[in-house]
């Protein structure tokens, strides 16, 4: 089955800096590959996600990279700000998903 | 209006009790899940339904058993409950199997005593 590795666990910045999560997957079959965020209390909710024929999607301040070769995908964060801060999960797969085990990303003012 | 909710949003009960966890989605999807977030906030599918028939049953224990009687609801009844059944319980859905956006609803928070 699918392995997620998802690095770091926990990362703190201030406003304004940048953030980076990478996750690493295993089975490269797979071709979805979302990024969740959840809030305290709520259930993840997509923030972007990027198709195995892309190399790159971007939305505004987050952009996601994929490197089919080498099997990893990165979700970049630019312009951080307190409201930023939540639980992050990668997540990999084709007809279901394995997740990565969250990066707590935490802001501050 | 809520897009996928789920009742109750709390649940406190003793081992060896019988429970449910009710969902149900209004976003006209024909696919469901069930997923369990442990206490170090890992998320694991458990079933996953597709137009009210079974397509994904991950390594549960048979005392979980997911019933759909209808595309727009998806139950989890647990029997038996256990200490390491405690978690939270998010009921997703999405407009079909692949890639597509999941919705996952607030998440039950299950305590066993």
């Known amino acids: 089955g699918e392995n997620v590795e998802q690095h770091p666990s926990t990362l703190s910045v201030q406003e304004g800096d940048s953030a980076v999560i990478k996750c690493t997957y295993s089975d490269s079959a797979s071709n979805y590959f979302p990024w969740y965020k959840q809030e305290l209390g709520k259930g993840p909710q997509l923030i972007i996600d990027i198709r195995s024929n892309v190399g790159e999607k971007k939305d505004q301040r987050i952009a996601v990279t994929l490197n089919k070769t080498a099997k990893h995908f990165s979700l970049h964060i630019t312009e951080t700000q307190p409201e930023d801060s939540a639980v992050y999960f990668c997540a990999a797969g084709y007809s279901t998903l394995t997740f990565g085990k969250g990066t707590m990303l935490l802001v501050s003012p | 209006d809520t897009a996928v909710s789920q009742t109750p949003k709390y649940l406190v009960t003793q081992m060896g009790n019988d429970k449910s966890i009710k969902c149900e989605q209004n976003?006209?999807?024909?696919?469901m899940y069930w997923y369990k977030q442990d206490s170090k906030k890992f998320l694991k599918i458990m079933f996953s339904?597709?137009?009210?028939?079974?397509?994904i049953n991950e390594t549960v224990p048979n005392r979980f058993s997911p019933k759909s009687p209808d595309k727009a609801h998806l139950n989890l009844h647990i029997n038996s409950l256990e200490l390491g059944d405690s978690a939270v319980y998010f009921c997703?859905?999405?407009?079909?199997?692949?890639?597509?956006?999941?919705?996952f609803g607030p998440g039950t928070r299950l305590t066993v005593t």
């Open positions: 339904y597709n137009n009210k028939e079974l397509i």
């Open positions: 997703a859905s999405s407009q079909g199997v692949g890639w597509y956006e999941q919705y």
């Open positions: 976003l006209g999807h024909d696919t």
